[in-house]
């Protein structure tokens, strides 16, 4: 059931328009954000995500100094131009060795979002911090 959706993810970390990565302590955390009508109806329909051209995805995963995934904690939130804050609640999808964190989000076009992610393991922890502009279709 995931196997489709981690191809989908796995397809948007490969490409350099909508992947980024960034260093905390040992980890390397490769990061997105993006509309969830990336994703096809069924995979969004087989992880209950809503796909919407007002609902973005966030998809996170940590990797240790040898590239092998990393177990962490996520919390945090997601905070638009106009000062309106959104928690983010993250779904853990594993998929044989692969890793990944998924929080939804709703957005308006144009939507300037500061996100700010406490990342938290058993050995260190930190902070990512990236700004995202979503545009509707």
């Known amino acids: 059931m995931f196997k489709a959706m981690i191809a989908a993810l796995a397809l948007l970390f ?9 260093r905390i302590g040992d980890w390397t955390v490769h990061y997105s954000a993006f509309p ?3 994703l096809s109806p069924e995979v969004a329909q087989s992880n209950n995500i809503e796909r919407s051209r007002y609902n973005g995805l966030l998809n ?18 997601g905070k638009n131009l106009l000062g ?5 609640e993250f779904q853990t999808i594993r998929e044989g ?3 990944y964190y998924i929080a939804q989000y709703p957005y308006r076009n144009e ?6 992610i406490d ?3 058993p050995k260190q922890g930190g902070e990512l911090s990236f700004r995202h502009t979503f545009y509707t279709e």
């Open 14 to 22: 490969t490409s350099q328009a909508f992947a980024e990565e960034t």
């Open 36 to 38: 969830s009508t990336f």
């Open 60 to 77: 996170i995963a940590v990797l240790d100094a040898d590239g092998k995934p990393v177990q962490v904690v996520l919390s945090g939130e």
């Open 97 to 99: 060795e692969a890793l």
């Open 111 to 116: 939507d300037n979002v500061l996100f700010t």
């Open 119 to 121: 990342i938290r393991g």
């Open 84 to 88: 309106n804050v959104r928690r983010l």
